[in-house]
Nanobody, 115 residues
Framework: QVQLVESGGGLVQAGGSLTLSCAAS????????MGWYRQAPGKQRELVAA???????NYADSVGGRFTISRDNAKNTVYLQMNSLRPEDTAVYYC?????????WGQGTQVTVSS
């Protein structure tokens, strides 16, 4: 059974930092491309950052230079370090695993940035 469990969300003031974690089980983590998505109220889910199985990263323009995605294959975990947070970063953040035709999602973790 595939499980992706996010943690680390919360309430933070603008300019602050948070680190999200996503622990995976039931998959061969090292061969999966991993991503972080977010969905704000009334908006579509959007890609925030992604990291391939080989370690190549890409970021949404809105978070480039502020967020960093990383992975630890020994711990089956992907991270999202978020710095200089802004109120517009407020959303539910979801972890995604992808390998060929397989796509898995976590349940999401809420990030709220107050101004």
């Amino acid at each position: 059974q595939v499980q992706l469990v996010e943690s680390g969300g919360g309430l933070v003031q603008a300019g602050g930092s948070l680190t999200l974690s996503c622990a995976a089980s039931g998959i061969i983590f090292s061969i999966n491309d991993m991503g972080w998505y977010r969905q704000a109220p009334g908006k579509q889910r959007e890609l925030v950052a992604a990291i391939t199985s080989g370690g190549t990263t890409n970021y949404a323009d809105s978070v480039g230079g502020r967020f960093t995605i990383s992975r630890d294959n020994a711990k089956n975990t992907v991270y999202l370090q978020m710095n200089s947070l802004r109120p517009e970063d407020t959303a539910v953040y979801y972890c995604q695993a992808r390998f060929r035709s397989f796509v898995g999602w976590g349940q999401g973790t809420q990030v709220t940035v107050s101004s």
